[in-house]
């Protein structure tokens, strides 16, 4: 696939399983063999990836996800995101604050064979803890 195409690709996860919760698209874009590094923990497939989904949509249900800046050369696409959202359910092991967070994103993502086979995330965590006005663990 081109780089113009794995680029469409990551901004229709983004808008349908992510922002829409339509996790149809997964089994269509990401691979069996599927890896996605966040900070702390990995992913693993189709189904690890709607949990993780999932659980986002559950700690932010009204999430949406803005695509800020993409670039994209072969195989790999590089995004920077502003994740937002209301913080109503449980997210890292946090009980609801009632607060909105505004976070930037970047990620890496891998594509074989036309669907994604490993992303790396880079979250600026901290903002995250102060956002939701608790201490980061230590």
């Known amino acids: 696939m081109s ?3 794995n680029k469409a690709m990551v901004r229709r996860i983004v808008e349908e399983a992510l922002n829409k919760g339509d996790l149809a698209v997964v089994d269509e874009v990401i691979a069996d063999s599927y890896i996605y590094h966040v900070p702390g923990n ?3 497939g189709p189904e ?8 986002m949509r559950t700690a932010l249900p009204d999430l949406n996800i803005t695509v800020d800046n993409m670039v994209a050369e072969g ?3 590089a995004s920077r ?9 449980e997210l890292l092991g946090i009980a609801p604050t009632g607060r909105q967070v505004a976070i930037t ?3 890496f993502i891998h594509f074989e064979d036309g669907k994604e086979v490993e992303a790396w995330v880079y979250t600026n965590m901290l ?10 663990p230590s």
Do not use: S, W
């Not at 690890?48 to 659980?55: A, E, I």
């Not at 995101?81 to 359910?89: A, D, E, I, L, M």
């Not at 903002?127 to 980061?136: E, H, K, M, R, T």
């Open 3 to 5: 780089a113009e195409e």
């Open 42 to 44: 990995e992913i693993e």
């Open 48 to 55: 690890g990836f709607k949990q993780y989904v999932n659980m």
């Open 75 to 77: 195989d790999m696409v």
């Open 81 to 89: 995101f502003t994740v937002r959202g209301t913080h109503r359910g």
């Open 105 to 107: 994103e970047a990620i």
């Open 127 to 136: 903002a995250i803890y102060q956002q939701l006005g608790v201490n980061p």
